[in-house]
């Protein structure tokens, strides 16, 4: 690629815009100890080089206006945020100054799996799910696995961040030739579900995983009016709250259907798959020590819940915006209790024939969220009597006809303003977090290079503010997420058709311990 040209009024000819080479340098450290990172790769753009024994890199000869830099070295993350890549873009004035690039060292993730007698149990997948936060609540992502050694020894290195062990539901285990029933750490339903490993950086934490072991009986099932074939799965929550996710057999003579399970008493969950019209049963049944039949499943369908948009009647005449659809408002119903095959329990808005929308929501309670990416807000969500933006929306078996009114409203205000890094305006991440009765928990955004932001379509109400230099995902929801950077929370409030200003000051990424 060339340099820019310049037309010469006077001679009618062009000449190349001058660049000055300039030299970008700087330190990777280690973001724990602060101590220098020897030979870690730092790439510029498409250019790339070695710490030396200091930690310290340079480029010479740059005539770039800007780059993207990415660090890396085994053993080591760039960033310990799940959304993040790890690369970092820096403007000209960032780059004329000497650069701190810090490396977080992994955690590392480590246990036995033994069995009752003590006796390691190898060949057993010990499965890592990631927790981390976006604007529409908690997500769970598998992130590793491994398989024990002879020992039954795992070893999982991650990042830092929050994480939950698992164990699958084995059948029949070679080793012990029974049955190992699942084990999750920590143990489901411990502090209301939401417990998790927290995992820092550079940090070892080992624990032993004791499953029990047991032997299995088949169960032999059947349905009110066959159709075994259309199971999506089938799964046995048992009286202390584990899952056992099982494997149908559906070859029975009838249409049965028979699974194994060790002795104890289940909660059975089975669902068809029907895009259409998708289906459940469930039951509760006891195993005792020996083989049962006569299980009958009773299948009702899912209850779909129809969604109405309802344009309120204070919009603003002069705007020429046209009500969103109901796509645009980024619905999701999250449930506090994570899906045992999916990692969460996000329901989304799916589409009948007749291109009306419903939630398809097994029974249980959910919170209802919004990521909209339009104009319009919603401003009031009922389900029956039930306020869904204070209350939770309780789903019954059976529930079916009632709709889950919306009323949108583009009666809104906008905030701007500057944020500053260290006291130099900067791009950072700016988090807005709603006082009031909202279906957004987070709003968030990013400032330009010169430190700006603008937020508009903001619905009216209060905010807490808060910047940080990189990406931060929290549970904005809990007022504990913020407690630790309190000097840089400030609060604002907006009014319909205003615009104030506010002013923050980010959190350095050193403030933020991983």
Known sequence: MGYPLTANSATGTSTAATVIPSTVLGQVINARTGAPVPRALVRMNDRAVLTDHDGKFRFDQNTLSGANILVTKPGFTATTEMQDGGNVYFQGVQLSVPLELRLYPEALLTGRVLGPDGAPLPRIAVTVLRSYWEETGRRWVTVGQDQ?????NFRLPQPAGEYRLETRYTPLDPTTGEAVLPVTVPVEGSSGGSQVINAHAGEELHFELRPVVSPTHTVTMTTEAGGTRDFMRISARSSNGSTLQVNPQMNGPGGETKIQLPQGTYTLTARRINPENPEQAETTMTVPDHDISGVVLQFAPIPSIPIELIVDSSVTSDNTNQPPTLPQLGLVLENDQ???????SSVRPTTRRDQSFVFTAPPGSYRLQSRNVS???????????????????VVAPGAAGTPIRLVVSNDTGSLQGVVNLNGSPAGCWVYLIPGGVSARAVISLRSNGSGRFMQEHLPPGSYQAIAFEYRHSANYRDPASLAAFSGHVRSVTVNAGDKPTLNLDAVPVAEVIP
């Open 148 to 152: 024990t050694d002879s020992h039954g």
């Open 338 to 344: 994570p899906d045992a095959e999916r990692g969460d």
């Open 375 to 393: 104009a319009w807000y919603i401003k009031s969500a009922r389900y029956g009597d039930a306020d869904l933006l204070q209350q939770e929306l």
